[in-house]
Structure formats: structure tokens, C-alpha cells
């Protein structure tokens, strides 16, 4: 399944079960606790962290759909942007941006 049609499927489950589909802020606060659940289900090593980092995606594609975006695309040139970054270890060890774009 590819990224648009993941987020077409969850829009129309959000439409079908009367789940927020107008509330930005309170879809960000949710989003927010998803990201707590999986972090949770990752520490504690439970069984359904694949769930959870599901359920985030979830979040994301309801976002990214009440604001007319298409996801899909929006990855894609996010990931060809970071493709043309260039990093160099910084002062403690961890990477640091040293082209512009």
C-alpha cells in the first residue's frame, strides 16, 4: 500500500466512524499522545509496538488530508531535500548540517 491510498482508506475510516475531522490543534494533541503510547510500547518491549507507530502514521495522514496535503508527496520531496544535505560531526559527536540547503 502506498502512501496516498493509506491516507484516502484512513480519511474515509475517520468519515465512517465519526472520528475529528475538523480540529487541527486537537488532532495534533492526539498525535502527540500516539507518540507517547508508542515510545511506551517501545521501552516496555510490549507486542503491539508496530501498532503504535501505526497509529501515528494515522495521525499524520488525518493531518496531512484536513489540510489538502498529499502526504505521499510531501515525503517524497522531503526525502529528496535531505538527500542534498551535507553533515560533519559537530563539537559532541553528533551530526551537523554544513550545507545550507
Request: glycine share 8%; aromatic share 8%.
Amino acid at each position: 500500500m502506498d502512501i496516498a491510498e493509506a491516507q484516502k482508506l484512513a480519511w474515509r475510516n475517520k468519515l465512517t466512524q465519526g472520528f475529528n475531522t475538523t480540529d487541527i490543534p486537537l488532532e495534533f494533541g492526539l498525535l502527540t499522545a500516539e507518540i507517547g503510547e508508542a515510545f511506551t510500547a517501545w521501552r516496555k518491549d510490549l507486542p503491539d509496538k508496530g501498532e503504535e507507530l501505526a497509529d501515528i502514521f494515522l495521525y499524520l495522514t488525518a493531518l496531512a488530508e484536513m489540510q489538502g496535503l498529499d502526504l505521499g508527496e510531501e515525503v517524497r520531496r522531503k526525502i529528496e531535500k535531505n538527500a542534498s544535505r551535507l553533515y560533519a560531526p559537530g563539537a559532541n559527536g553528533t551530526l551537523v548540517r554544513t550545507s545550507k540547503e
